[in-house]
């Protein structure tokens, strides 16, 4: 079957105009499906990174990081936030590939769609014209011949009648008015003639080459135009198909993440984690009250003793904590370090190890601004508040004494791997400069030997004072050992004991008494409780108020700040930035010479204010400003 418009519909102009009209707006509607399933694609790619965004960690949290399935849903969350990702791609190509071009192809389909109608209708008026102008000389050369007749008759008819010399000369006008009639109807059919030749030619190309040409190259825009909406189909699974491998190895990984969990290893986690090393407590023994004649004068005075001391005890540790917290109050604070008088100092002197002291406000005050602010500004004067409690109460322990003997050892030795590493640095750092030194030595030209003497030497200083803090540490972790080890004997020893020993009514009352004296507070380690419950009962309380802080929004940024020395905060606080350093600026100096900066959502401290150079952020500071006036 031919498939040629030129000839198979030559007679059909009028229907291709509205065909073709027809194909652009379909076209049209095909490109804005695209270009909203496009923004659709968008839209759920925003939302799922919101999503995962919302649950992902705020900060990072030791929790989290140690349990199998914390790690599994935070692998899940970046997963998903990489298929987010793939939907961002997704949206993004069947803009620019389908949508972009499908447009500026819409537009140039259209003006070439006029150009061919333009050319057929000039086709079509010509063959109309033509045939205007064969209608009119037909018609004339008709009335012609009808007039030419006319003139005849009347003249033979004259000739007929001809008797006098009068109607003689009527004859001969009669017959030259014939003659002319019929030369003009000759004349008109010549003319008629001419035209309707004229006319058939102009109807053969008409029909037969200017129509067939403009009809075919209309058919060849109409198929390209189908042509691109297939290849524009063809893209838009191909784009989605592009992704397909990249969100199934999301939704594998995520897979792998479910399959990582290890409920038996993260329940040895929890032992590992709360595992506080003491011996559980032993049987309570029976105390025979129906004996108390037999009871000896020094046993009930001593058990006088004992109960009397236990109540001191117990009103004895509000008291002297409250007294500990008032005098840590009122103490003035200690002013921040110094800048180093060197341009590019190596380390910080022994005054810059010093914890960020609280602020000068009495916490009463804090507490006042705390009450009277709102909800935005409350959260910072918590902060305040906090950041001035530990540092008035002070650090723990150096040598953390004040944890159960298990967790003592793990940190100690958590400690321990972390001086390992800043020791393994130093000593590559070392190394670089006696390399750099001999360099310089063998080749003068490249620079001066000397230059590098202050800095090893700073880099020889630090090495020293880690090393003597790594044999500390070791020697706390070692009699943290020796103890655990002796303990974990006697337990044993003693546990066989209690099991071959029988009680009797007298010795239980004694067992009791060393079981419950002050004594048997002291832990393994050597640290001592007064009041274990009320003790508990602190923990349970500072537990809960620092889980106030740990749902909180990080504070904004309200600048920027670049180091000008290298600062090393050791102390609870602090943090340690390197010369040059970029950080953000959290809360700005109150005038304790102080600076609260952020290196990342993850690592936030106080810097001292001399060893910075801050640049606020005009908004920001205006927004800190006003908040603080609520």
């Not at 009335?143 to 009527?170: F, M, V, Y």
């Not at 180093?340 to 602020?359: F, H, K, N």
């Not at 006042?368 to 530990?390: A, E, I, P, V």
């Not at 030209?445 to 000397?450: I, K």
Request: charged share 30%; net charge neutral; glycine share 4%.
């Amino acid at each position: 079957m031919s498939c040629n418009w030129g000839t198979e519909l030559w007679d059909q102009f009028d229907n291709l105009e509205k065909y073709t009209s027809w194909g652009i707006d379909f076209l049209e509607r095909y490109t804005k499906f695209v270009k909203e399933r496009a923004e659709i694609e968008m839209s759920y790619a925003k939302q799922i990174r919101n999503l995962s965004k919302k649950y992902h960690p705020k900060r990072s949290r030791e929790d989290e990081s140690r349990y199998t399935w914390c790690l599994a849903f935070a692998a899940t969350l970046r997963q998903l936030n990489e298929v987010a990702v793939q939907k961002e791609e997704l949206a993004e190509n069947l803009n620019t590939q389908i949508v972009c071009e499908l447009t500026r192809y819409t537009q140039e389909l259209k003006t070439e769609r006029k150009t061919h109608f333009q050319d057929g209708r000039r086709a079509q008026q010509h063959i109309e014209s033509s045939w205007k102008q064969l209608e009119s000389s037909k018609r004339r050369f008709e009335r012609d011949c009808k007039e030419a007749e006319r003139a005849q008759h009347i003249s033979d008819r004259i000739d007929l009648d001809n008797k006098t010399d009068g109607e003689k000369r009527c004859s001969m006008k009669a017959r030259q008015t014939a003659q002319q009639k019929q030369q003009a109807a000759e004349e008109s059919r010549k003319d008629y003639v001419t035209s309707l030749n004229q006319f058939n030619q102009d109807q053969h190309q008409h029909y037969h080459t200017l129509v067939p040409v403009i009809y075919q190259r209309i058919q060849d825009m109409e198929e390209r135009r189908i042509e691109r909406v297939c290849e524009a189909m063809r893209s838009s699974a191909e784009a989605e198909r592009k992704i397909l491998p990249v969100v199934s190895r999301c939704l594998d990984a995520m897979m792998d993440a479910a399959e990582s969990i290890q409920p038996r290893m993260d329940t040895r986690q929890v032992v590992e984690v709360y595992k506080s090393g003491f011996d559980p407590p032993g049987n309570v023994e029976f105390e025979d009250y129906s004996a108390t004649m037999r009871r000896s004068i020094s046993e009930s005075s001593y058990l006088d003793n004992r109960t009397e001391g236990r109540r001191h005890s117990r009103k004895l540790w509000p008291f002297i904590r409250k007294n500990k917290l008032l005098t840590l109050l009122s103490s003035p604070r200690q002013p921040p370090p110094p800048p180093p008088t060197s341009p590019s100092p190596g380390g910080v002197d022994s005054t810059s190890q010093s914890p960020p002291p609280a602020s000068r406000e009495p916490i009463t005050q804090r507490l006042n601004d705390l009450m009277s602010s709102g909800s935005r500004t409350r959260k910072q004067c918590l902060r305040n508040l906090k950041r001035g409690l530990s540092l008035k109460l002070g650090s723990s322990p150096a040598d953390c004494s004040h944890l159960p003997p298990e967790q003592r050892r793990k940190k100690l030795q958590t400690r321990i791997n972390n001086i390992n590493q800043e020791i393994q640095r130093e000593r590559e750092q070392r190394n670089a400069l006696l390399k750099m030194r001999e360099v310089y030595e063998q080749s003068p030209q490249m620079g001066d030997a000397s230059s590098v003497e202050p800095r090893l030497e700073e880099v020889k200083q630090s090495l020293q004072r880690l090393e003597e803090e790594l044999r500390r540490n070791q020697t706390w972790l070692s009699e943290v050992d020796s103890r655990l080890s002796d303990h974990s004997t006697r337990r044993q020893s003693g546990g066989c004991g209690l099991n071959s020993q029988a009680t009797t009514p007298g010795s239980s009352s004694l067992k009791q008494l060393d079981n419950r004296s002050p004594a048997s507070r002291e832990s393994p380690d050597g640290s001592y409780t007064e009041d274990h419950n009320a003790e508990l009962h602190f923990k349970s309380r500072s537990s809960e108020f620092d889980e106030d802080f740990d749902d909180e929004e990080p504070l904004p940024s309200i600048g920027t700040c670049k180091s000008l020395y290298p600062f090393q905060g050791q102390n609870e606080g602090t943090l340690s930035m390197v010369e040059g350093e970029l950080l953000s600026v959290v809360e700005e100096d109150k005038g304790d010479g102080w600076t609260r900066v952020r290196r990342n959502l993850e690592e936030e401290g106080y810097v001292p204010t001399s060893y910075i150079k801050v640049f606020l952020d005009s908004s920001a500071k205006g927004f800190v400003q006003s908040s603080r006036l609520v």
